[in-house]
């Protein structure tokens, strides 16, 4: 399991409550990159999370500025200094991500064939959470205590 920085630990819990496809984006986004969340923090320094304040809580919310990320992926033109780096496996977990919240971003059958087993494994796990939630993913995560596994059906079928 990626350790997540606490920007991909927010945008996730943000993600609570809002749509599966929102939510399943925001936990790829927070398990791609190596050891640790990559994109949360990059999509930060180039100002594609918005911030809500929660005068109430100890925390505020963060959301993912989709419309505006899907317009930076359609120019394939990346500047470092955006903040928007990666590396090519990086990049295709991002499309993904935008891909599962608005439908342009990336061209799947070719991004799929760049990831390694892992990383198929997570977008495999968001897509899964998309469909059927969290629960649906939980055997792609990589997770060191399992969910217990489903009861057993009430009428086996013959």
């Known amino acids: 399991m990626t350790a997540w920085t606490p ?3 927010t945008l996730t819990s943000s993600a609570e409550g809002r749509s599966l ?3 399943a ?11 640790s969340s990559h994109w949360p ?13 929660q005068p109430d809580q100890d925390w505020d919310l963060a959301f993912v500025r989709w419309d505006a990320l899907a317009r930076v992926l359609a120019t394939d033109e990346h500047d470092p200094e955006d903040g928007l780096v990666g ?3 990086e990049w295709c977990m991002l499309r993904f991500a935008c891909a599962l919240m ?10 799929l064939q ?13 897509l899964a959470w998309a469909a059927g939630g969290q629960d649906a993913a939980y055997p792609y995560m990589d997770l060191e205590e399992k969910p217990p596994p489903p009861p057993a059906p009430l009428h086996a079928v013959e």
Request: proline letters at 0%; charged letters at 30%; a negative charge.
């Open 7 to 9: 920007i991909a630990g």
């Open 21 to 23: 496809r929102e939510q």
């Open 25 to 35: 984006a925001c936990w790829l986004l927070a398990e791609s990159g190596a050891g």
């Open 41 to 53: 923090d990059r999509l930060q320094d180039a100002g594609l999370i918005d911030w809500e304040d």
């Open 87 to 89: 590396t090519g496996a």
């Open 102 to 111: 608005t439908g342009k971003g990336g061209d799947w059958g070719t991004d």
């Open 114 to 126: 760049r990831l390694d087993h892992a990383n198929r494994r997570i977008i495999l796990g968001a």
